[in-house]
């Protein structure tokens, strides 16, 4: 059911969230536009400025793997203070209340860890790019220093001093196998709950848009909270098409 508007969808995802004994949500990039992070797939988003580079493309080319940190630091120059909104306030609110153990994201930003949630307790889907990692050896390395080694070398990326590897930004490219810890607890999670509330994804990006599914098919009430329409939204309980801010601030506790 689509909510007629902002003032009844908060009321019925109050009462969903009140009689649930175990929220679990499942956040993509919508969650975070308002902090300045663009999507990719709204009109103007990401993609439509640069093509994806997949996972066998950066293993096979220097120049690929060059192109790829210089995007990522020009997204560290423009997005690098982001700060989380109200959709990520209002979900470590109900993770404090005891109403959500963590959540799941395809999000690769950080912003439900600067929240309040605790890092063991943000599931995701498809790593981080706070840091990166050497594909072979999987030593870490800060993202300032891979910098100063590009920058260094003319804008070439840097592999791993210690065994020669490459050194990527710790996110799943496509083409890149799922993290396996990671999807397993998702799966858990979406089996046990019994309310699942999709935030801010398009729902497309498989395997990540099974979990609403099994959420549903494992007798979980699903609710998707989009601006714009999905797949899977006959299949919801509720579907709020609002501005995710305006539909979760009111759940921020103070
Ligand atoms: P997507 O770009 O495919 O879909 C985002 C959806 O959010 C769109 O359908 C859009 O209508 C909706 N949306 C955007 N802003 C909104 C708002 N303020 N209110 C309501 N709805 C809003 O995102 P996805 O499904 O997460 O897939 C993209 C993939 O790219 C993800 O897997 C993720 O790994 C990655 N990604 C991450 C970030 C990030 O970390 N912030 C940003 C871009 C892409
Ligand atoms: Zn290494």
Redesign the pocket.
Same mark, same amino acid.
């Given at each position: 059911m689509i909510a007629p508007d902002l003032k009844t969808a908060i009321a019925q995802l109050g009462e969903l969230i009140e009689v649930a004994s175990m929220v679990v949500p499942f +956040?993509?990039?919508?969650?975070? +536009? =308002?902090?300045g992070?663009? #999507?990719?797939?709204?009109p103007g988003?990401?993609w439509t400025k640069n093509r994806p580079i997949p996972f066998d493309e950066f293993l096979a080319s220097q120049e690929a793997r060059d192109e790829t940190w210089r995007r990522r630091f020009a997204i560290q120059d423009q997005f690098g203070g982001a700060q989380p909104g109200r959709g990520h306030r209002a979900l470590a609110s109900l993770y404090r209340r005891g109403k959500a153990p963590g959540v799941i994201t395809? *999000?690769? #930003?950080n912003?439900h860890q600067t929240s309040g949630i605790a890092d063991d307790h943000v599931i995701e889907?498809?790593g981080n790019?706070m840091f990166a990692a050497c594909l072979d050896c999987a030593a870490r390395y800060e993202i300032p220093w891979v910098r100063q080694r590009f920058d260094a070398d003319g804008g070439r990326a840097p592999d791993c001093p210690a065994c020669g590897g490459h050194i990527k930004s710790a +996110?799943?490219s496509f083409g890149q196998s799922m993290p396996e810890v990671p999807m397993r607890r998702a799966e858990e999670l979406s089996r046990a709950c019994d309310l699942f509330i999709a935030i801010?994804?398009?729902? $497309? $990006?498989w395997p @990540? @848009?099974g979990f609403p599914l099994t959420a549903k098919r494992s007798g979980a009430r699903l609710v998707i $909270? *989009?601006? =714009?329409p +999905?797949e899977f939204d006959e299949l919801a309980d509720l579907v709020v098409r =609002? #501005?995710?801010?305006d @539909?979760l601030s009111p759940f921020i506790a103070h």
């Amino acid at each position: 059911m689509i909510a007629p508007d902002l003032k009844t969808a908060i009321a019925q995802l109050g009462e969903l969230i009140e009689v649930a004994s175990m929220v679990v949500p499942f +956040t993509g990039a919508g969650i975070s +536009t =308002e902090c300045g992070i663009p #999507d990719f797939r709204s009109p103007g988003g990401y993609w439509t400025k640069n093509r994806p580079i997949p996972f066998d493309e950066f293993l096979a080319s220097q120049e690929a793997r060059d192109e790829t940190w210089r995007r990522r630091f020009a997204i560290q120059d423009q997005f690098g203070g982001a700060q989380p909104g109200r959709g990520h306030r209002a979900l470590a609110s109900l993770y404090r209340r005891g109403k959500a153990p963590g959540v799941i994201t395809q *999000n690769i #930003d950080n912003l439900h860890q600067t929240s309040g949630i605790a890092d063991d307790h943000v599931i995701e889907l498809h790593g981080n790019t706070m840091f990166a990692a050497c594909l072979d050896c999987a030593a870490r390395y800060e993202i300032p220093w891979v910098r100063q080694r590009f920058d260094a070398d003319g804008g070439r990326a840097p592999d791993c001093p210690a065994c020669g590897g490459h050194i990527k930004s710790a +996110t799943i490219s496509f083409g890149q196998s799922m993290p396996e810890v990671p999807m397993r607890r998702a799966e858990e999670l979406s089996r046990a709950c019994d309310l699942f509330i999709a935030i801010g994804s398009s729902l $497309v $990006v498989w395997p @990540a @848009a099974g979990f609403p599914l099994t959420a549903k098919r494992s007798g979980a009430r699903l609710v998707i $909270v *989009n601006r =714009e329409p +999905t797949e899977f939204d006959e299949l919801a309980d509720l579907v709020v098409r =609002e #501005d995710i801010g305006d @539909a979760l601030s009111p759940f921020i506790a103070h």
